[in-house]
């Protein structure tokens, strides 16, 4: 439980640590190509701005040249001095022709005029635009135009010169197709030989038409955005924002997109900005805007103002194809790091574990599993240390165990003999007993005292008593067999269990054996001793069924064998066992 | 549940409280009432006010006419407006009587009777707070003296030189004054008279402007001599800003003025806070600060623009509005006067 909580520790600190430091790398590399997205969008969307500028602006240089082909054919001047002089029908009629011929290449065109400079602007040649129709107004229809900024601006210029009005909703009357629509006029004057300017010649073009055809290559989420100099929208992807100044509103595309005002105040040449979504009929866009310097080059201020859109939601794709790219790599290296945890938190609690074990193992039976310890790290060191404990431990415990041996020893046995003593022989009877009782058997207890032992002690010696004392303890362990014990109870008062005899006889036997043996002289250190012992038998169960009872009668028949001039033996008698407790 | 109802309570004890002051809803255009102005009608009458602010005459209509002008109860209007609303039922008359700062006005704004679009069979309407005249600028190099006559726009002497805008109801009523007409009402009679005033104008004039700023850089650009001032003192400033001598001149057949007034709407709940409202409003105090704060003048003081004997013609509506229009469309596209006939 321990071993796999340090692990799971190590392991989740680890992966925490790798999942923090890929979230925050993760997290910058997102921000920040989060933020070349959305650049290099706005670079695209730039480049196609200019793009198109660049096509807008060629495609008024074809209208100027247009025009200024139309003011050099020789019918225009004709015409428009005919009016004064003679018949002109041929000239007029080789113009319209030449109006309608460049008319039927050039489908932006709402209408082509020859205006007269004098006569308060007459139109002395018309042709409009009318659905599929080129349609050529009667003079009678003809208007005055000199009021008009594209009449009175041209006929200030010299030939070769061209002018660019202003983009407004034309609101002539009679215009066809071209009336209260988007029209840029672009004129340029036609001149007499003397270089006096007689007419101009006035192509309307139609601005929503051309931007139409511009828009074709672009994306088609692409939006187009036109401003003139003031900021008024003259195009814009709602109809209903464009061309509010008409209408006594002023709708300024610097309202909209702040970086804009930079172009109108003329301190930039080019824009882009993002527009955040504010509600979900306004989604947010990038923009891109270039001014772009229109008209005469004599009339420097003026200039449109050209912007494209695309709506934010195409580059919130790619930014969340970015961020999705992004996740994934950081769940790669998120299972990395798993791996890479799991894998260092095993290398580092592998040898704890195996320390753990061995320590365990210890602890259940003292077996000594030695460490590798050949680590130069603190696993290492660790790992003598619980060797050099493990060691310290078991010989302790050996030196525990001796004593606790010798301590026993002495608790049991007689110290001079080595003999059991009394409780150890009490033990042993008792279990006898216990055993005899079970198998239906029969045991022999034996009270042996010695004779004259006391006048030994007394002339030759306690050192010479004790050794005697031995002598007789090594003799009644000859007489006896391995099964049988000896034991010493007293000053000379020793006694002998026989677990197992047959009968009295078997007991009557080693009793004999006994006392003859004793009755050998002894010799010790130079002195010949003379000793005897009696001997008392008792029998199990044949003279008493308890331990005392049994004891007593042993006791019973030494003390008769003593009585009797010892060096002999007594069994007890008793007529019937039960009746002597 | 316990907080929705203290909340409901509260909001109750609030309504209540807010109907035990009375309220007064004004309706008024962007710079007509600054706060301070408010905060002390509400000290002076222990009132409420709520001001609805406006930016075109379109707006002002659509809200004073929903519900009968039961939504507010005073409104400040141009006379044309005013009398449009007089036509539809959606003011009420004035109790004169409860207005005593109007005998501090000059004479021309006193007398309600002198202003055409402001009474009706005998009772006013309305009480005359703010206006601008639409005079003509000049440039004073080009012009020794003065422009006395709005004639001058068609003198060839200055064809090419002369500005004007392009508008078709004042177009008529200038083209009216100059042949020594009345400019708001022009008899069938009198009109192909007035449409070739207008194409005579047409072939005098450089062009017809719409925006001031565009009025400037033409100016600027075309030396121009002579403009039509639609935008008044707002634009002669413009012009002078822009650094061009120009003078500013009231001809003597009058000049196009709006008035601005204040009225009581029709369905008004508080009439008499409402008479004591108009009365605050162009107390000496208010109208001169207004003057000072948003350069309009007063009906007070004299303007320093046009003197107190300059006829002023204040806007009426026009005989026909429709009619002008599509003429005028027809004049500016460049139709000759043949094509009228």
Redesign the interface.
């Known amino acids: 439980m321990m071993r796999f909580g340090i692990a799971a520790k190590l392991a989740l600190l680890l992966l925490g640590f790798g999942f923090l430091s890929m979230g925050l790398v993760g997290t910058v590399a997102y921000t920040n190509s989060r933020t070349t997205v959305l650049e290099s969008a706005q670079r695209e969307l730039l480049t196609a701005t200019q793009v198109l500028g660049r096509q807008f602006q060629t495609n008024m240089e074809i209208v100027s040249s247009d025009a200024l082909m139309l003011s050099r054919l020789p019918s225009a001047p004709r015409v428009a001095q005919a009016r004064l002089t003679q018949d002109h029908s041929a000239d007029e009629a080789a113009l319209v022709a030449a109006f309608e011929a460049l008319m039927v290449v050039r489908p932006a065109y709402f209408q082509v005029r020859l205006i007269s400079a004098a006569q308060?602007?007459?139109?002395l040649v018309r042709v409009d635009r009318d659905g599929a129709n080129l349609i050529t107004v009667a003079a009678?229809?003809?208007?005055?135009?000199?009021?008009?900024?594209y009449v009175?601006n041209t006929l200030a210029l010299g030939a070769g010169q061209v002018y660019l009005s202003d983009i407004s909703l034309n609101?002539?009357?009679?215009a066809h197709d071209g009336l209260d629509k988007p029209t840029l006029r672009v004129a340029t004057p036609v001149t007499a030989a003397d270089g006096s300017v007689l007419a101009l010649v006035v192509i309307n073009l139609d601005l929503n038409g051309l931007f139409e055809r511009l828009k074709a290559d672009l994306p088609n989420a692409y939006q187009v955005y036109l401003s003139n100099h003031?900021g008024d929208y003259l195009i814009h992807p709602n109809p209903a924002e464009a061309f509010g100044?008409d209408a006594g509103r002023r709708i300024f595309i610097q309202d909209a997109f702040k970086p804009v005002a930079d172009l109108i105040k003329g301190t930039g040449g080019s824009a882009v900005t993002s527009v955040p979504p504010i509600t979900q009929r306004s989604p947010g866009l990038v923009a891109a805007f270039v001014r772009l310097p229109y008209g005469a080059q004599r009339d420097e201020q003026r200039f449109v103002v050209l912007g494209l859109s695309q709506p934010m939601a195409q580059v919130v794709k790619q930014i969340e194809h970015l961020g999705w790219r992004t996740l994934q790599v950081m769940l790669a290296g998120g299972v990395g790091a798993l791996l890479l945890a799991v894998l260092l938190a095993r290398l580092v609690t592998q040898p704890l574990k195996r320390m753990t074990e061995a320590m365990q193992g210890f602890a259940e039976d003292q077996t000594v599993s030695l460490l590798n310890d050949n680590r130069q790290d603190e696993i290492g060191v660790l790992a003598a240390s619980l060797n050099a404990m493990q060691n310290t431990l078991v010989s302790n415990l050996q030196e525990l165990n001796a004593s606790r041996d010798a301590i026993e020893q002495l608790a049991q046995h007689d110290p001079l003999t080595g003999l059991p003593n009394r409780a150890l022989f009490q033990d042993r009877l008792v279990q006898a007993m216990t055993q005899a009782e079970r198998d239906h058997g029969a045991l022999a207890l034996m009270f042996v005292d010695l004779d004259g032992f006391k006048p030994v002690n007394d002339l030759y010696g306690h050192q010479v008593g004790d050794e005697l004392l031995n002598v007789v303890a090594q003799r009644l362990q000859d007489c006896v067999r391995r099964m049988d014990t000896v034991g010493r109870i007293g000053g000379d008062e020793f006694v002998v269990l026989l677990p197992l005899v047959s009968s009295v006889n078997d007991a009557v036997v080693v009793a004999e054996k006994i006392c003859q043996s004793l009755h050998e002289a002894v010799n010790i250190e130079g002195h010949h001793v003379m000793i005897s012992a009696s001997v008392g038998v008792a029998l199990y169960p044949d003279h008493a069924h308890d331990m005392k009872t049994l004891i007593h009668f042993a006791d019973t028949a030494m003390y008769l064998a003593k009585k009797a001039g010892g060096s002999q033996m007594k069994v007890a008698v008793v007529a019937n066992p039960d009746r002597a407790v | 549940m316990k907080r929705s109802v203290i909340l409901l309570v509260f909001t109750l004890l609030c309504a209540v409280s807010a109907h035990a002051v009375e309220t007064l809803r004004v309706l008024a255009w962007p710079g007509y009432v600054d706060a301070d102005w408010v905060a002390k009608f509400e000290q002076l009458f222990a009132a409420r006010v709520e001001v609805t602010l406006v930016g075109s005459d379109e707006v002002l209509w659509q809200k004073i006419s929903a519900n009968q002008g039961a939504d507010f109860d005073v409104v400040a209007a141009n006379t044309v407006e005013v009398s449009r609303y007089i036509d539809h039922k959606l003011v009420q008359p004035l109790n004169l009587a409860r207005l005593p700062n109007v005998q501090q006005q000059l004479p021309r704004f006193k007398n309600a009777q002198n202003i055409s679009g402001i009474h009706r069979l005998g009772e006013v309407f309305a009480v005359p707070y703010t206006y601008a005249e639409m005079g003509l600028i000049y440039d004073r190099k080009q012009f020794a003296t003065p422009p006395d006559s709005i004639r001058v726009m068609w003198d060839p002497a200055w064809r090419g030189k002369v500005l004007a805008f392009d508008d078709s109801s004042h177009n008529f009523s200038l083209a009216s004054l100059a042949l020594g007409g009345e400019p708001f009402h022009i008899a069938p009679v009198r009109m192909p008279a007035v449409v070739q005033q207008l194409i005579a104008l047409r072939r005098n004039v450089l062009t017809f402007y719409s925006l001031p700023e565009e009025s400037v850089a033409l100016f600027k650009q075309h030396q121009v001599a002579l403009l039509f001032a639609n935008y008044g003192q707002q634009q002669f400033k413009a012009l002078r800003e822009a650094g061009l001598d120009v003078g500013y001149a009231i001809p003597r057949e009058g000049a196009l003025a709006w008035l601005d007034c204040w009225a009581i709407a029709a369905g008004a709940r508080q009439p008499a806070l409402a008479h004591a409202w108009i009365n605050f409003m162009i107390s000496a105090d208010i109208s001169r600060e207004l003057t000072r704060r948003q350069g309009l003048d007063n009906t007070l003081d004299a303007s320093a623009n046009s003197l107190e004997s300059d006829k002023l013609w204040w806007l009426e509506p026009v005989e026909d509005d429709t009619r002008r229009s599509a003429l005028w469309t027809r004049i500016l596209s460049g139709d000759r006067p043949e094509q009228f006939k």
């Open positions: 308060h602007g007459l139109e009678a229809d003809m208007q005055e135009k000199s009021h008009n900024a009175f609101h002539e009357q009679g003031w100044f």
